[in-house]
């Protein structure tokens, strides 16, 4: 019988990698941001720094962003940081991501992780625990829709906040986990939303290799 209160868990940690991306993209220099940061207000574990403010726009003015440690490329309309996250749990776990991210001067930040998953999830219950990890107070999730892409589940929802609001998508493959997430300050949605589905519609993958089955003799 699946484990539902391990995959809680699981998901948790999930979320709580994914908030330590978002935060290394605003944290990260070259994003036009003012703040300064402190070694120590990095997560524990390490970042591992590919290229930074990279790419060259296309002829439609999207820059082509290709994880270097990751099995992924994705279109931004800015250019991008390519990094790898290593965040470390209290039980001596090294959680992994694989990771682009970016942040344009009108504070939209976007970013593709990809977590690669220890055993096959049960993606029903996975994409289901992602939309309702978002489900806090002050914080309203809408537009939910469950579908295939490139033929596999994925699930695509917005959370609506007072200052700061987000489209947001996961797909689960057999052997990973994607999340896209485009975060913005609410205000801004009008000039967001052209951006969002040319985002997640130009995620490419490497296709899982099928599992190798042995033949008894």
């Known amino acids: 019988m699946y484990d539902c209160a391990l995959h809680s ?20 220099p070259g994003f036009a941001i003012t703040q300064t940061t402190s070694k120590s207000s990095l ?8 290229r930074m403010q990279a790419g060259m726009p296309n002829k439609d003015g999207w820059y082509d962003a290709k994880s270097t440690d990751g099995h992924f490329r994705v279109l931004l309309p800015i ?22 991210g970016s942040k344009s001067a009108e504070g939209y930040k976007f970013s593709v992780a990809e977590y690669p998953a220890q055993k096959k999830p049960d993606a029903d219950l996975a994409l289901k625990d992602f939309v309702s990890s978002f489900k806090k107070d002050k914080q309203k999730v809408s537009e939910e829709r469950y579908f295939k892409f490139q033929t596999y589940p994925t699930v695509e929802f917005h959370i609506s906040g007072e200052d700061t609001s987000a489209f947001a998508r996961m797909m689960v493959v057999p052997d990973r986990t ?28 490497d296709v899982p290799k099928p599992e190798i089955k042995e033949v008894p003799n």
């Open 178 to 205: 994607y999340t896209l997430i485009v975060e913005y300050p609410t205000s801004s949605r009008r000039n967001v939303a052209p951006l969002i589905q040319p985002f997640f519609e130009s995620l490419k993958i």
């Open 79 to 100: 250019p991008f940081n390519d990094f790898t996250v290593h965040v470390k749990e209290k039980d001596g776990r090294d959680v992994v991501l694989y990771c682009i």
């Open 43 to 50: 997560p524990e574990g390490g970042l591992q720094m590919h």
């Open 9 to 28: 868990r699981k998901n948790q940690l999930l979320i709580k990698a994914i908030s330590v991306v978002l935060f290394l993209v605003v944290i990260l």
